[in-house]
């Protein structure tokens, strides 16, 4: 599997490539098939997430795919009330902002993520066998800025009140969800997947000394209990620039990096300890095949001369999620020239 092979400092078979959100609303099969299916309910269909996983690779000739699914679904699972509402996110019913609602969120047990995990069976029956699985499970931190806020947000005013005013809740908060994070990351492992990427999505809005003191033990504790299975862990978030080597040192093999970034860059600010895994920006693929071809030449560049210095290797990817009206064949295009260059 060339993506295995370039995580694990091995030589890939061809340069390898998978984008975050391949599977989605950039796909004409994919918004087919959702017209009446809610995305909660789409995530708890088995053979639904099988089928709309399979889409992008086979439209796109990707190297790996990534389970369908959202960061919120082991939420869901394990019974916290809440929704995904188009256009606006994920939404919860009662934020958890009290002691008492600590101590009242619900436990994940195995059971309840079992139509995910027979995805998996159904999509390694059906994936080709050097397309490798990716699963995947929200960070802590970023599973808290939901459950906290209440929905998205763009100053995570609540979250950070109470990560720096009460710190004592903050990380019995967040001791809830590392468990939480590691149940639903081991069911899928245990179900079959390659590799999994860990998305703290929000991290980049904390400074490098919050991270250390607030975040990083508790993700760190995610990546050591499943270190044990053998698979590849991917980490990645979005503006993280000014923590990469933070986000490193918990504990991966892979790291993501968005576009802001340049890869030799990033690669030299973790130690060439891990590989690298992105950075187009998710825009370029709306302005043109010339645009994407500069942009990929000069991606897989940074990326060659991150490897020449001892970076073990590179899995081409967006620095972000595909957008929702991006063409499919621009897409497609961008996989073949990354295969080609």
Known sequence: MPLIAAATGGTPSRR???FMRQAGRSLPEYRAIRV??????????PELVCEITMQPVRRHDTDAAILFSDIVVPLKAAGVD??????TG????????????????PRLEPEAVGAVTAAIGLLIDELPPTVSLIGFAGAPFTLASYLIEGGPSRTYEHTKAMMLGDPELWHALMGRLTDLTIAFLRAQIN???????LFDSWAGTLSEAAYEAFVAPHSMR??????????????????????LGAMTRIGTDVIGV????PLDVAAERVGRSVAIQGNLDPTALLAGRDVVRGELV????????????GTPGHIVNLGHGVLPNTEADAVTHAVELIHTL
């Open 16 to 18: 390898p490539v998978w």
């Open 36 to 45: 009446d299916r809610g995305m909660l309910e789409s995530c708890f269909d």
């Open 82 to 87: 809440l929704d995904i509402v188009p256009g």
């Open 90 to 105: 994920p939404v919860i019913a009662s934020p958890i902002r009290t002691a008492a609602d600590v101590a009242g969120l």
């Open 191 to 197: 179900a079959g997947v390659d590799a999994v990427q």
């Open 222 to 243: 995610v990546m050591a209990e499943i270190e044990q299975y053998g698979v590849p862990r991917i980490h990645f978030g979005v503006g993280t620039g000014e923590l």
């Open 258 to 261: 968005d576009w802001r970034t």
């Open 298 to 309: 000069r991606i897989i560049a940074e990326g060659e001369r991150a490897i020449a210095a």
